[in-house]
């Protein structure tokens, strides 16, 4: 196995799933376990000013060894999701994979539902055994950022600017981010090394917001019901409803949003619904907003005041900060097509660690990794794609 790919098989079985609805940063003590093993692999390096500190993240400088003062940035999250098992991670290495369906112990990797099998043939992959992630979300980041500064340092004749690296904790939990000092980082741009196909950078993301409905009805004996009762469930019923089908999101699609009822709760006497709403656009995200706004003021003046909306805004794009200053995103593009590989972008469906530091004043576009079907037991690596990252991300170091 190449050192690149040793580095990741020794990250993934290290567990560090975060935790929710926690109210402490990291959300879980392993992934200390992660953050420390870094920290000893970042002083072996003979990296500078390495800090580890109470909130699990982990920050360190490569000092430039060419004439160039700029400072870039390179961040990956050492978390794997609380919702499916990180633990006991049995990586499944298949070399120069046929193309094929993959049977693993209990399910089967198809080329039915994921297409984009065929184009792996020849590869290198890394699947689990089918009962955990595998960790390539974001393992192969960490992985790659740290072969990056090992070839940096073995190879002082590859000159380069001066470089940061962060690890940073419960990004799947969209916690540990708020803790991050983008001033003491102090990077001229950044990039999270936390996407999947390797020639894509992503730099536009959704805006996005959470609603929280409460309905208060009246519940008394149905046999003396008439004329009295509220049954909270069935206004429930009727607020979703009202709510414009197109903006499912199982019906879109790239640049459009959705509202997305993520949660219900109903008895007769109250009721509570859960939405994210999501728009690339700011202005369309007020429209969503409005609309849950305007279902609440009807049902209301139908009900006299049984429902209350709570809106509160999450994270917002990326892209209304870089298009001001868009230096990282031309260096990703030209050092990916510099390289023969054909720079595409993308908008993301979601958010990131990158779309927070922006906001905080840290460009930080996405760059891939070479993963594939992240959160999950179909989750697999391609190593081939992973190595191309890597050479990307030497690249956009490079002086």
Do not use: W
Not at 43 to 67: F, H, M, R, V
Not at 200 to 222: M, Q, R, W
Not at 249 to 276: C, D, Q, R, S, W
């Amino acid at each position: 196995m190449t050192e690149l790919l040793n580095r990741f098989i020794k990250y993934v079985k290290i567990n560090t799933m975060s935790k929710e609805n926690v109210d402490h940063t990291p959300s879980t003590k392993e992934q200390f376990d992660l953050a420390n093993l870094l920290k000893n692999e970042l002083q072996e390096l003979g990296l500078e000013d390495i800090t580890l500190n109470d909130k699990c993240i982990l920050t360190a400088t490569l000092k430039s060894n060419c004439s160039s003062n700029l400072t870039i940035g390179f961040i990956a999250h050492l978390d794997t999701i609380p919702d499916f098992s990180g633990k006991n991670v049995k990586p499944n290495i298949i070399e120069n994979y046929d193309g094929k369906d993959i049977k693993l112990n209990n399910i089967t990797i198809t080329n039915e539902k994921f297409p984009f099998l065929k184009n792996l043939k020849g590869h290198t992959i890394v699947t689990t055994d089918g009962t955990t992630v595998l960790g390539a979300d974001d393992k192969a980041g960490v992985a790659i950022i740290m072969q990056m500064l090992t070839d940096f340092v073995k190879k002082p004749d590859l000159k380069h600017v001066n470089i940061k690296v962060a690890f940073t904790p419960d990004e799947e939990i969209g916690g540990g981010i708020h803790e991050f000092d983008v001033n003491k980082f102090n990077c001229d741009f950044a990039y999270t090394v936390d996407g999947s196909n390797y020639n894509e950078i992503n730099y536009e993301n959704f805006n996005a917001a959470s609603a929280a409905v409460t309905i208060k009805g009246l519940d008394i004996h149905p046999g003396d019901a008439k004329g009295h009762m509220l049954n909270a469930s069935l206004i429930a019923n009727e607020f979703i409803n009202m709510l414009p089908v197109q903006k499912n999101p199982m019906y879109t699609e790239g640049y459009e949003g959705f509202i997305h009822l993520t949660k219900m709760k109903g008895e007769v006497g109250e009721a509570n619904l859960e939405f994210i709403l999501r728009e690339h656009d700011l202005n369309k995200l007020n429209e969503l907003k409005q609309n849950l706004l305007d279902i609440t003021d009807f049902l209301n003046k139908k009900y006299k005041d049984v429902v209350t909306t709570i809106i509160k805004d999450s994270y917002y794009n990326m892209y209304e900060k870089i298009k001001l200053d868009d230096r990282s995103v031309k260096r990703a593009i030209k050092a990916i097509n510099d390289l023969g590989y054909n720079a595409t972008t993308k908008p993301i469906r979601g958010g990131t660690d990158g779309a927070h530091l922006t906001m905080m004043g840290l460009n930080t576009p996405n760059l891939g990794t070479g993963g594939y079907n992240c959160h999950g037991p179909y989750e697999l690596l391609s190593v081939n794609e992973m190595k191309k990252v890597l050479e990307i991300v030497k690249k956009i170091a490079a002086e």
